[in-house]
């Protein structure tokens, strides 16, 4: 049963916030939304931990869609970056601060980016495309561009309110549908450009501006015993995001970007990643 302990605990971990949302907030909809979310990643889990190849294709599936089509389409919420900044200018603590506070800015502190491996419905269907393994070393300074991108969400949605421009809830909605549109065609495209699917994760998502700092701090990560290291960098290879697995200082390069898919546990020959 031990392998199946971290299933266990993220699955409590996820009823506790539902259960305290909906008594907080009197809302029935947490309860649904954090239970059928953590019910969904402890079940992946727990096919990882029974050998399963695809867990991670299902989670990514079971809760991206999820988000996408139900919350994002049908309920017309903008769980985007500037849904974030909706409410948050609004004062308003529901939808996307609730999802961002949970998953993007304090759940990393637990999990990393757990989000970007398990949750994202961009690199759900990114990571579809052919190049899962990055062919060419990492461009260093195109990252910035994730700043530019982020300052630009911020001053979009900043520029609505100053403007005090009517209608917005509807205009968060069709903001959604660009935005995600917009999001799957530079994935789509940097990714064939750089071959290497997460090349937008690296260089122009502004959810990673979020993301980074918990992440260093994480206490759920991959560990590397070094003694047990043959250095033969398989685990770099087959990482889709660069990192320099077989260190196991926090501040390894790219230490911050891992989205915990483990192929680098399962590349090992060796069994030094944990």
Known sequence: M????????????????????????????????????????????????????????F???????????????????????????????????????????????????LFGRGWCGYACWTAMILDLLPYKQPQAPRKKKLGALRYVMF???LALVASLFLAHVGNLERIMFWLFLGG??????L????????????????????ITVFLKPMSYFSLWRV???ESKCVHCNKCLKVCPMNVEVNNDSRSRQYGTECIMCFDCKKACPVKALH
């Open 151 to 153: 300052v630009l969400s």
């Open 223 to 225: 560990r590397c015993d």
């Open 180 to 185: 995600n549109a917009l999001y799957y065609l």
């Open 59 to 109: 989670v990514q599936f079971a809760v991206g869609s999820y988000m996408l089509i139900y919350l994002g389409l049908l309920s017309n919420e903008n769980m985007q970056i500037e849904g974030f900044w909706y409410y948050l200018f609004m004062g308003v603590f529901e939808a996307a601060t609730i999802h961002y506070a949970v998953a993007k800015i304090f759940g990393p502190l």
């Open 2 to 57: 031990k392998k199946y302990l971290p299933s266990i605990v993220m699955f409590a971990i996820f009823e506790t916030v539902a259960v305290t949302l909906w008594q907080t907030l009197d809302n029935l909809f947490y309860l649904f939304n954090f239970s059928y979310i953590g019910t969904c990643i402890a079940l992946g889990l727990a096919m990882f931990a029974a050998g399963k190849k695809y867990a991670r294709r």
């Open 187 to 206: 994935g789509i495209i940097l990714a064939f450009a750089f071959k290497d699917n997460r090349a937008f994760c690296k260089y122009l998502c502004p």
